[in-house]
């Protein structure tokens, strides 16, 4: 496959030429620039490393476990991966997605289904919830790709929507408003999930994977095409390019991914119910991203971090102000003012204090 024109010169995905950006929310790409990088060579792998001991040393080091491992860890590893599907699908075609939580809800209803009525053994439930909200993905994605824009987003959002409500009306299989719960945790080698350490080390064994799985596809021929069409799709359809076809398999790919967290969160919540993919959870997802920074992998994670400590210790009594009005007022303030995210904030730090500096300077030399 010939590469497009515009990425043969580029590095890590980034884009070098000057497209028209037609689809869906290229704006957000080339307005939020992200400038943060991976360091490369030994300062890179140091800094990998030091993630990587910190992650795993992180059950073990911190004090209430069954707070900070579970409440925070664990939580924010299943919320990484769900915003890591919408980023992706934003960063590389520029489709952003609000209906990432109806692949999370389906994959996570068909474990529940199979296992609990049905006595399905999970060894065969999990991957076919993951493959029917993969398959469901790809004919929403035959449908969604044709819209762009404002069009794109909403209609994404009336599917997360859509799917919301019939699992409240499908109550003789989803037992509406109780939704499915107690179900027993599996064991994997003889080591019960069941056990908040090694659930943590699944989850992070799975959002790892997903990050780097990410991260290959964006640097395949695949990927760099999509880039192509992001920026000039009318260019890469003249070079020969189907547009839709490519379309259509990233969308499905990010619902792939949403699928694999919504499995994840199903033994990690012991079940599943509407309320954890009513519109409020997709907006969760959606803050995540841009706390986070919407155009960077990485960001997925960071942005799950912020939201899920927020979010907890916004329930504590030395905060006066509601938990749902304290993330909107941080949601405003970072659209405002931090619009890279966490992941881009030392950059815009230092952008801010030039800019306090320049006014400081300024009466002096006037004088």
Not at 20 to 44: F, I, L, Y
Not at 51 to 76: E, H, K, M, T
Not at 298 to 316: D, I, K, Y
Not at 351 to 367: D, F, H, N
Request: aromatic fraction near 12%.
């Amino acid at each position: 496959m010939n590469r497009p024109e515009t990425l043969t010169s580029s590095k890590d995905g980034q884009k070098t030429g000057e497209g028209d950006a037609a689809a869906g929310g290229g704006g957000w790409n080339r307005r939020w620039k992200v400038s943060w990088r991976m360091p490369r060579g030994r300062a890179g792998v140091v800094l990998a490393l030091t993630i990587v001991v910190f992650l795993i040393a992180f059950p073990f080091v911190v004090p209430r476990p069954s707070f900070w491992v579970v409440s925070i860890g664990i939580r924010a590893l299943w919320m990484g991966v769900v915003a890591l599907s919408l980023i992706w699908l934003s960063r590389y075609t520029g489709m952003l997605s609000l209906g990432q939580m109806a692949f999370f809800a389906i994959a996570g209803y068909t474990v529940g289904i199979l296992t609990t009525r049905n006595d399905v053994p999970y060894i065969i439930s999990i991957p076919a919830g993951i493959l029917l909200a993969t398959v469901v993905g790809a004919l929403v994605g035959m449908i969604a790709v044709r819209t762009q824009g404002v069009y794109f987003l909403m209609l994404t959002l009336a599917v997360s929507q859509l799917v919301f409500f019939l699992v409240l009306n499908a109550s003789t299989l989803t037992r509406g408003y109780q939704g499915i719960g107690n179900i027993t945790r599996p064991e994997i080698f003889g080591l019960s999930l069941g056990n908040r350490n090694v659930f943590y080390f699944l989850a992070l064994a799975i959002a790892g994977g997903a990050f780097l799985l990410c991260r290959y596809v964006s640097r395949t021929p695949f990927g760099l095409a999509l880039q192509g069409i992001r920026d000039s799709p009318d260019r890469m359809r003249a070079l020969g390019y189907n547009v839709y076809l490519y379309r259509v398999a990233a969308f499905t790919f990010a619902a792939f991914i949403a699928s694999v967290a919504g499995a994840l969160a199903f033994f990690y919540h012991g079940g599943i119910t509407p309320g954890a993919i009513d519109l409020l959870r997709s907006i969760d997802i959606l803050i995540v991203s841009v706390l986070g920074g919407i155009n960077s992998l990485v960001g997925a994670f960071l942005g799950a971090v912020g939201l899920t400590m927020l979010q907890n210790f916004a329930q504590s009594g030395w905060i006066p102000v509601r938990r749902i009005t304290l993330t909107g007022v941080v949601f405003v303030v970072v659209l405002l003012f931090f619009r890279g995210g966490m992941v881009d904030l030392p950059r815009q730090l230092r952008e801010y204090g030039r800019m306090a500096k320049r006014r400081l300077q300024r009466p002096t030399k006037e004088r």
